[in-house]
T-cell receptor, first 114, second 110 residues
Framework: KAGVTQTPRYLIKTRGQQVTLSCSPI?????VSWYQQTPGQGLQFLFE???????NKGNFPGRFSGRQFSNSRSEMNVSTLELGDSALYLC?????????????FGNGTRLTVT | QKEVEQDPGPLSVPEGAIVSLNCTYS??????FMWYRQYSRKGPELLMY????GNKEDGRFTAQVDKSSKYISLFIRDSQPSDSATYLC??????????FGKGNQVVVIP
């Protein structure tokens, strides 16, 4: 069974631009979560989607948004990029909602903002 | 105070030694506990998933949960150079929130 697939693997953007990251969950998984990972802060929760509905949201500004499609694939968008948005963005999928079933992560999208 | 505290290390051990990693958590509502392994330039890989207090073993890996002390541990027996990675502990609590430790870097020296 294929794992969680994230595209693209690497992105370089300029301050003020916007970016869209894509995630395909493991087949059959209906929950998709997004995390930001930085050396200083570790893994920080962005949001979780289940059956196309946002179920949980972390403490990130409104510039960070996401959505989930009917096939469970998910996208994350960051508008008006700032230097501090440089990070590894990880997508994780699970069978059900977080907790009741474990998260399986993709290899992430490394975003660099210059 | 972070919800999950984890000593970042790094922790260096000789090949064949037992690696012992620990995390503490502050919220008694934590229910499920996980350990992840993350290699450089890769996403976290699920190693262990457990619910109850006690030990869970999977090959060379043992996860230990002590809910009364709010303490979770991971032991790696017969460590190999391929075990060199960052290990992350995590726990879930109310409304399906998941909190991660910052990760503990482990280096196994051949």
């Amino acid at each position: 069974k294929a794992g969680v697939t994230q595209t693209p693997r690497y992105l370089i953007k300029t301050r003020g631009q916007q970016v869209t990251l894509s995630c395909s969950p493991i087949s059959g998984h209906r929950s998709v979560s997004w995390y930001q990972q930085t050396p200083g802060q570790g893994l920080q929760f962005l949001f979780e989607y289940f059956s196309e509905t946002q179920r949980n949201k972390g403490n990130f500004p409104g510039r960070f948004s996401g959505r989930q499609f009917s096939n469970s694939r998910s996208e994350m968008n960051v508008s008006t990029l700032e230097l501090g948005d440089s990070a590894l963005y990880l997508c994780a999928s699970s069978l059900g909602v977080t907790g009741g079933s474990p998260l399986h992560f993709g290899n992430g999208t490394r975003l660099t903002v210059t | 105070q972070k919800e999950v505290e984890q000593d970042p290390g790094p922790l260096s051990v000789p090949e064949g030694a037992i690696v012992s990693l620990n995390c503490t958590y502050s919220n008694s509502a934590f229910q499920y506990f996980m350990w992840y392994r993350q290699y450089s330039r890769k996403g976290p890989e699920l190693l262990m998933y457990t619910y109850s207090s006690g030990n869970k073993e999977d090959g060379r890996f043992t996860a230990q949960v002590d809910k009364s002390s709010k303490y979770i541990s991971l032991f790696i027996r017969d460590s190999q150079p391929s075990d060199s990675a960052t290990y992350l502990c995590a726990g879930t609590y109310g409304n399906n929130r998941l909190a991660f430790g910052k990760g503990n870097q482990v280096v196994v020296i051949p």
